[in-house]
């Protein structure tokens, strides 16, 4: 009984980070797209009913199901759950459907980190992609059987709103869910969205329980289930190398990075202060990140950012994130008790545009450019086995649901799997767009050399700025043209400072909304992947000599 009062606090605390957010939303950090998505009131009797609910019986911890998939080899997966019998014995046998073939293991309950609940795991043997199994644990408080469960590569998906996103709202949605029951061997499931000011073993709820894909378990009502960029990558990766793809989608729109972040990621940053609702500090990782933990995975995929593009999240955003990818990192490896790799692949989605405003060119470039732990380009020496998309060149002005969301996701989805095959899986296609590799002042221009293609691709003149410099008094960034393309070389002028000043530096693509649809200026020729935004400064070496920056991080 003395867990009442924790259970109530628990459910009265999380009611009233609601109504705060609620309450706030009309706030410059929270778009109100994203407002209108977040569900409250349905998921408010869940939080007051379940959070700190200690088992009153033998259970699988909730993403356990049937129909799921679990980590192929040469990991080994891990199976959990909870028990009131702590020293209690548990054994569980494993069929192969297949061979018929069965293993046998044994394990010991655990007190856990809850008074009177006690944890249990086992390891399973390293298994091929496609095995398919049933599984029996039994101990003194009954028995738990899962079945047709495969395996392959477990992905974790993660973010805010446009990782949301749901299949049922994007571009060409009839298509994609009409041939969605084509991939029974890729699973999907969706956690519930809930939040915690502790860390939790098991999640609050369940949104969508693992199933195969079909029009009805992809095409839920919007903003539910299933999340199109997570679909569409694992789709993209299953179709090229034919094994099993397990999908856990946990996210929530209008959060900051923040609230997906462990205290200790934050304390790498120096952040202590919090801001209310949803998007507190730590609340999202505690409730719909921290259970998932022991859970063996191959690899995460995040898209957000938005939230965290107004000061002064924006100014750290170099740090939280890069921060966030080590501590997910490592905490998942601890968890899992070294299953899944300490430098498991991580990918991202640099944001896409926004407002059709020319104008604005503070907040997304910026974030843009942290994503990157402000190099431009991953991987590199920071943020080591992690790929993205681009995708700022795939506005939609005019999508159903605001800006923000832009509705072609297939595109997203098809760059980041791209993306993924070749740093997560060694695959040699093409998957980024030309990233500059010199930049060189020539007389009256700025040449700039590309690698990453053998030749560039200009769709418009516009879109890089010089930074000219007084010799005293503020700089300022100045619109240039490109004059001429050869080879992997673009040339834009460099005699547009006034008088009396000379150039500083050079950037590209730094608007919220750089161009239109694939429209921007440089692409590669053969990939038809776009350029990543860039900002580069000339600084001078040792010797005084100045050369442009582009082999490390550049503040902005």
Known sequence: MELFPQILYRGVFTIVLFVVFALVSESRLVFAEDVIHMKQVEDLNILKDHVGTPPVALTFAKHFQNGMVLQREPHQANIYGFSPNIGGKLVMTVKNSDSQKQDYYETTVKQGDEPGVGVWMFTLNPAAAGTSIFMRVEGEEGALTLDDVIFGDVWVCSGQSNMEFTVSMMLRAKEELQEAHNYPNIRIFSAQENVSKIPLDDLIGVLEPWSKPSNASLGGKPWSYFSAVCWLFGKNIHKTLGIPIGL?????????????????????????????????????????????????????????????????????????????????????????????????????????????????????????????????????????????????????????????????????????????????????????????????????????????????????????????????????WLPTSVVQSFGTTVSVYASVCPAGQKIGGLRYAWRESPCAFKKCAVYGSESGLPAPPFVSMLLPDANGVESFKLSGPTSI
């Open 248 to 476: 856990v989608d946990t996210n929530w729109g209008g959060t900051p990075v923040e609230a997906w972040s462990s205290p200790d990621a934050l304390k790498k940053c120096n952040i202590t202060s919090n801001v209310n609702g949803p998007t507190n500090n730590s609340v999202l990782w505690n409730a719909m990140v921290n259970p998932l933990l022991g859970m063996t995975i191959f690899g995460a995929i995040w898209y957000q950012g938005e939230q965290d593009s107004s000061p002064p999240n924006v100014n750290r955003y170099n740090c939280t994130f890069p921060a966030m990818i080590d501590d997910w990192r490592e905490k998942f490896y601890k968890a899992s008790n070294g299953e899944t790799s300490i430098e498991f692949p991580f990918g991202f989605v640099q944001l896409s545009a926004n407002a059709p405003d020319p104008s604005i060119s503070f907040g997304f470039p910026d974030i843009r450019w942290h994503q990157t732990a402000d190099y431009g380009f991953v991987p590199n020496p920071r943020m080591s086995n992690v790929f993205m998309a681009v995708a700022m060149d795939l506005p939609g002005f005019t999508s159903k649901f605001g800006s923000i969301h832009p509705q072609d996701k297939t595109d997203v989805g098809y760059r980041l799997a791209l993306s993924g095959l070749q740093y997560a899986y060694g695959k040699t296609e093409a998957c980024q767009g030309p990233y500059p590799k010199t930049i060189m002042v020539a007389g009256d221009l700025v040449n700039i050399t590309y690698m990453n293609t053998q030749k560039l691709e200009i769709r418009d003149w516009s879109g890089f700025e010089v930074l000219c410099a007084p010799s005293t008094g503020a700089r300022s």
